[in-house]
C-alpha cells in the first residue's frame, strides 16, 4: 500500500465515522432497548451488530457494558465482555491493515510488546484510560497476534465492563448525558495502578539487560 492510499484509507475511514457519528445517536439504541431486551436472543444478535458497528459511530465500547448493565442483572457480566471484545476487533485488523505504512511507529510498537510480552502488553494498555480504538489500532500495528490480542484485551476489559454495568444498573434512565463521567476517579486511578504494575518488571528487565550490554561495549 501506498502512502497515497494509506493517507486516503485513513481519511475515509475518519470521515465515515464522523458522518455516521452525527447522523446516528446513542438515543436512537436507548429508545428501542427494553423491546430489544424482552427477547434475550434478540438482544446478543442486536448488541453484536451493535458492537460490530460501533467502531464506526465513534461510540465508547463501555457504552455495551452500561446498556447490558441497564437491562439485563450483573450475571450477564461475560456477555457484555465478549461484546466489548468483539468491539474491539475491527480496528485492530484497521491497525494490521496500515501497519506497513506506520514506519517507526510500527517498529517503537513491536519493541514495546517483544519487551512486556503480547498478552501483557494488551491487558496493560486496556487498564489506562486510553480510548480503546486506539488500542486496539496500536496492537494491530504491533502485529499482536490476535489469540493473545483477545485474551489481552478481556483481561484488560473487564473492570471496565463490571464498572459500566454498575453504573448501567444504577441509572434510572439511560440518555447521552447520564453516561457523562460515569467513573468514579478511584477506578481509573486503580486500574491505571495495575496497568503499570504489569509493565514494572518486564520493563525494568530490560533497562537492566540494556545497561549491562552497554557496559560491556564501553568495556
Do not use: C, H
Request: proline share 5%; glycine share 8%; hydrophobic share 55%.
Amino acid at each position: 500500500m501506498s502512502r497515497r492510499t494509506f493517507l486516503a484509507s485513513t481519511a475515509l475511514v475518519a470521515l465515515v465515522a464522523a458522518v455516521a457519528a452525527w447522523l446516528v445517536s446513542p438515543e436512537t439504541l436507548f429508545e428501542r432497548l427494553r423491546w430489544v431486551a424482552a427477547d434475550p436472543v434478540r438482544f446478543v444478535v442486536v448488541l453484536t451488530l451493535v458492537a460490530l458497528v460501533r467502531p464506526v459511530l465513534a461510540w465508547p465500547t463501555t457504552l455495551l457494558a452500561v446498556v447490558v448493565g441497564y437491562t439485563q442483572e450483573l450475571v450477564w457480566m461475560p456477555v457484555a465482555l465478549a461484546l466489548v471484545v468483539v468491539s474491539s476487533v475491527p480496528p485492530y485488523f484497521f491497525g494490521q491493515y496500515i501497519r506497513g505504512d506506520s514506519g517507526r511507529f510500527a517498529a517503537a510498537s513491536e519493541r514495546f510488546v517483544d519487551t512486556t510480552g503480547d498478552v501483557r502488553s494488551v491487558a496493560a494498555s486496556r487498564l489506562f484510560p486510553a480510548p480503546s480504538d486506539i488500542v486496539s489500532i496500536g496492537a494491530g500495528i504491533a502485529d499482536v497476534r490476535l489469540r493473545s490480542y483477545l485474551v489481552g484485551t478481556a483481561v484488560g476489559e473487564t473492570p471496565w465492563v463490571v464498572g459500566g454495568m454498575l453504573v448501567g444498573g444504577s441509572l434510572g434512565a439511560l440518555t447521552t448525558d447520564s453516561l457523562t463521567g460515569v467513573f468514579d476517579v478511584r477506578l481509573l486511578a486503580a486500574a491505571a495502578v495495575v496497568g503499570v504494575l504489569l509493565l514494572a518488571g518486564p520493563l525494568y528487565r530490560y533497562a537492566s539487560e540494556r545497561n549491562v550490554r552497554l557496559r560491556l561495549k564501553l568495556r
